[in-house]
Structures are given as structure tokens and as C-alpha cells.
């Protein structure tokens, strides 16, 4: 385990800030994590960098799960379970899954980010989440220094949210995610973006690789690619308000796109508050909300972290006041 000091995480992070961490080390092999004890704290375990806003340099330990390797554990012709390190690139292990013709993670095409970090805050797009296919992963505990085993229930997944993000949240390093896919899989196509896109492609009768194929065309049309403008996808969740509130807000704003997610309670898209707020593709100095998705935070070049957080901040305000909802960000920022 080498570790190297005052370490750049410029190419580490998909807003491609120019930040440093007092140590970094990268982690290649599991038994590598047997030896961080002695690492000097505060320590931060970057995956693939793509939900992390630096907003200063890190003072402490950068610990870069670099774990790799993925394969079949079992395949009873119809479900086959697969695993893959954390340190897989998600987008590269969906395409692996669709090379085994295996159904299930092929709406969460093109997701950045990394195999070990999608668990922490349940991916989801296109009406599939990763809690959907999750049948278990590894993690290391760095508080007894032992290995366990998380099933889905133990993970306590919800909308953009896990265990990892709550009780857990900086005592867990994910090394090893195992998924249950299927030979058989039911398509989830439902969501309008990808019934309209299968049309423009031509096809009526979609498998995996179409829907696959499909959503990488909506993704690249609305979602910028951090090698090209920094961003970190959504920026903030989708916030989830009660019934009286939608109800109210539909009298005054009868286009309101938005999803019940129980009889009490309705999600709205934050893009849209966002946008009817005024701060889509508007740019103040290096930063603006996305012009062709008002939920996406850029830098638009040399934007420093603190003035990315500073126009998150008063997107954030501008949404209280006129809607008298409180968004929050689905980024995690340091
Ligand atoms: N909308 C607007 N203006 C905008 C953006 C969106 O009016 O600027 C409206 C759209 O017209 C649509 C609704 O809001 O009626 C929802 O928009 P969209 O389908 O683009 O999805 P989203 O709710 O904004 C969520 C996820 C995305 C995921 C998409 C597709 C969250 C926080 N975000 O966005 O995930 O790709 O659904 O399933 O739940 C990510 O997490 O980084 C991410 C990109």
C-alpha cells in the first residue's frame, strides 16, 4: 500500500475540481483494507468520483477503492447471480451483463460512477433501481477490521437511499456487489422517455440491448458527459411531499409532472421546480444548472467547489420561497 501526499483528485472527481488530499492511497486488493488502520483520519473512500462535490481540499486520508474482477457465481438457466469489484466502472459491467444476455440493469445504462458506490445510493433510472436486482454485496467493517455480508434487507434501500448513507455512513467500505439477473427478464419500458425513443428507433418488439441502446440515446441528449462540462448527474433528489401539498401546488401550476408514490405522499421533479424558478442554463460566473436539464449542476470550466456549492445553495433557496419545498442534494458534498 503505497501512500502518496498532498495527492491531486482532479482526474478523481467528475466536476473535475483541482482539489489535493493531505494522503491518498489506492486500494487494489482486498487484504490491502486489513492495513488502513494506521491511515491518519479523517479518511473519505472514493469510489468513482461522480456524487462527490469537494468544496476545499481533503485534509485527511483519500482511500480510493480500486478493487477489480467480476464474473458468474451460479446459473440456474433462468437466474444467474453475478459479481462484480467494487472498483468496476458501472457503466462497463452493464455492458458485460448484456453481453451474457442477461436482463435487468439495462435501463441503468450509462449511469457514471462505479460498481461498489451504486449500492450506497440505489441507483435508479428509467423506473428501475438497483434494489430491484440486488441480491447481496461484501463489506469491509473498518471498525472490527472483519469482512461481512450485506443482503438487500440489511442494506435498507430506498429512493436514493441506503444504510451506507445513513447509520452506516463512514464505517463501511463496499468491496464486492453481487446482482440476480435474469435469462428470462420482464422489460421494464413503461417510462415514456423509453416507449418514444424505441419509436424513434424503429423497433416494436425491444430485448435488452434495444432498451439498453435506447436509454444511452436519452442519456447523452439531456446529460452532459463530465468529461466535457463537470457535473455530477442530479444534484439533488427528487423531494417527496405530501398529498395536500401536490394538490395544492396542482391549482396553481396544473403542468406539475408529478408521481404518487403512496396515497399520502407524491414525488416532484426537482428539474421542473428548477427550471420554473428561472435557473436552467442561466450561468453565473463558471456555473449553471444544465441547460437541457435543470437538475444537473455544471462547471462550466474553472469553477472552484465552494462557488458550485454557493449556486447549489441559492437554487436551493429560490425553490423554498416560491414553491415552499426544500430540496436536498443528492451529491454528497465535503
Ligand atoms: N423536467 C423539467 N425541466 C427540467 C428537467 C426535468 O420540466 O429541466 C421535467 C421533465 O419534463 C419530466 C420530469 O421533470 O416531466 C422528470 O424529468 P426526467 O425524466 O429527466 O428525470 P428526473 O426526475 O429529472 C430522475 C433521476 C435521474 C434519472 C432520470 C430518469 C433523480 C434525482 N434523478 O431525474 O438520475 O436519470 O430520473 O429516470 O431521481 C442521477 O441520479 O444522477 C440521475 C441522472
Known amino acids: 500500500m503505497v501512500v502518496k501526499e498532498n495527492a491531486s483528485l482532479k482526474s478523481l472527481n467528475t466536476f ?50 480500486d478493487l477489480r474482477g467480476r464474473g458468474i457465481i451460479s446459473d440456474d438457466g433462468d437466474d444467474v447471480l453475478v459479481y462484480g469489484m467494487a472498483g468496476e466502472n458501472w457503466h462497463e459491467f452493464v455492458r458485460y451483463t448484456l453481453q451474457l444476455d442477461l436482463g435487468g440493469i439495462e435501463n441503468l445504462s450509462l449511469i457514471p460512477g462505479n460498481l461498489g458506490t451504486a449500492p450506497v445510493q440505489n441507483i435508479g433510472a428509467y423506473g428501475v433501481e438497483i434494489k430491484d436486482v440486488f441480491h447481496e454485496l461484501e463489506a469491509f467493517d473498518t471498525e472490527k477490521g472483519e469482512f461481512i455480508i450485506f443482503n438487500a434487507e440489511d442494506c435498507q434501500f430506498a429512493y436514493r437511499q441506503s444504510y451506507f448513507k445513513q447509520e452506516g455512513k463512514g464505517r463501511y467500505i463496499i468491496t ?62 427528487n423531494p417527496i411531499v405530501s398529498k395536500e401539498k401536490v394538490d395544492d401546488l396542482l391549482k396553481r401550476f396544473p403542468d406539475m409532472p408529478f408521481y404518487p408514490v403512496s396515497d399520502a405522499e407524491t414525488k416532484v421533479p426537482a428539474g421542473w421546480l428548477i427550471e420554473h424558478c428561472g435557473w436552467k442554463g442561466k450561468a453565473e460566473g463558471n456555473v449553471s444548472m444544465h441547460k437541457q436539464q435543470a437538475l444537473v449542476l455544471i462547471n462550466l470550466g474553472n469553477a472552484s467547489g465552494e462557488e458550485l456549492y454557493a449556486h447549489a445553495q441559492r437554487v436551493k433557496q429560490s425553490v423554498k420561497d416560491f414553491f415552499g419545498i426544500q430540496l436536498e442534494e443528492e451529491v454528497n458534498v465535503l
Open 176 to 237: 464486492k456487489v453481487v446482482l440476480k439477473l435474469s435469462r428470462h427478464h420482464t422489460l421494464h419500458t413503461g417510462y415514456g422517455a423509453i416507449g418514444s425513443e424505441l419509436q424513434n428507433m424503429g423497433i416494436t418488439n425491444p430485448d435488452i440491448h434495444d432498451v439498453s441502446r435506447a436509454v444511452v440515446r436519452i442519456r447523452m441528449s439531456k446529460l452532459p458527459d463530465p468529461a466535457m462540462l463537470g457535473n455530477c448527474g442530479s444534484f439533488f433528489k
Open 16 to 65: 473535475g475540481l483541482d482539489v489535493h488530499a493531505a494522503h491518498y492511497v489506492r486500494i487494489t486488493s482486498r487484504e490491502e483494507l486489513r492495513n488502513i488502520k494506521q491511515l491518519p483520519k479523517p479518511w473519505f473512500f472514493l469510489g468513482g468520483g461522480s456524487n462527490i462535490l469537494f468544496t476545499r481540499s481533503f485534509p485527511g486520508t483519500i482511500i480510493h477503492i
